[in-house]
């Protein structure tokens, strides 16, 4: 605990700070935008060595290696592909300068330090994250459905009696089609804007 107060006194922890919209161009997430896509920033988290940049569409992650250190790994997890868990808040005590929020993306853990005067804005990112880690959770139902109904239709076909006209392998093109559509697009969603919208309100 006094080592905690001692680096913080000193400049020296990694303890983050929410940086606000009108800074986002000067921190170095913004240069790993896909900007050509749509792609925003809503949320970011920066402390001495790391920025955590929450996208429309991905979290990047700055990773530095130290504080004084130039060298920097840039991480990307897009949300159509990583898949957002165990989010929660741990408060800070009496003493404590900061605040944790911890989630998963897929399993790879994060555990933030935020500056505790930055709860209610850790409690916007918090209310985000559950909310596209439940909209996930509801696609890949609606992917399994597709995939049950795949096979459903497959052994319709081993029976010799699917419906309707037409060659077999028009109606494979059909199908593949229709799948692909279902998994990729209809119930993949990529770009979280609503919901960033509806819970950011730095």
Do not use: W
């Not at 009108?22 to 988290?45: H, N, P």
């Not at 609606?142 to 010799?160: F, G, I, M, P």
Request: aromatic share 8%; net charge negative; charged share 25%.
């Amino acid at each position: 605990m006094f080592k905690k107060l001692a680096a913080e006194a000193l400049g020296i922890s990694d303890i983050g700070v929410i940086v606000g919209p009108a800074d986002y161009s000067k921190v170095d997430a913004d240069d790993y935008l896909f900007g050509e896509d749509g792609e925003q920033i809503f949320f970011l988290i920066k402390s001495k060595k790391d920025e955590y940049c929450f996208t429309n569409l991905a979290l990047i992650h700055v990773d530095g290696d130290s504080a004084v250190s130039p060298k920097r790994s840039i991480k990307r997890y897009d949300y159509a592909s990583h898949q957002v868990s165990s989010v929660s808040i741990e408060t800070a005590g009496t003493l404590d300068m900061d605040i944790e929020l911890k989630f998963k993306l897929d399993n790879t853990p994060f555990s933030i330090d935020v500056r505790k005067t930055f709860i209610e804005q850790v409690k916007d990112i918090y209310k985000a994250l559950i909310s596209i880690g439940k909209q996930q959770g509801r696609d890949t139902v609606c992917r399994d459905n597709a995939l049950r109904t795949l096979d459903a239709t497959a052994s319709v076909h081993k029976l010799n009696i699917a419906p309707g006209a037409g060659s077999l392998v028009s109606q494979y093109g059909e199908l593949l089609a229709a799948l692909n559509t279902a998994m990729l697009d209809t119930h993949t969603k990529r770009d979280f804007s609503d919901v960033f919208a509806k819970y950011i309100h730095n």
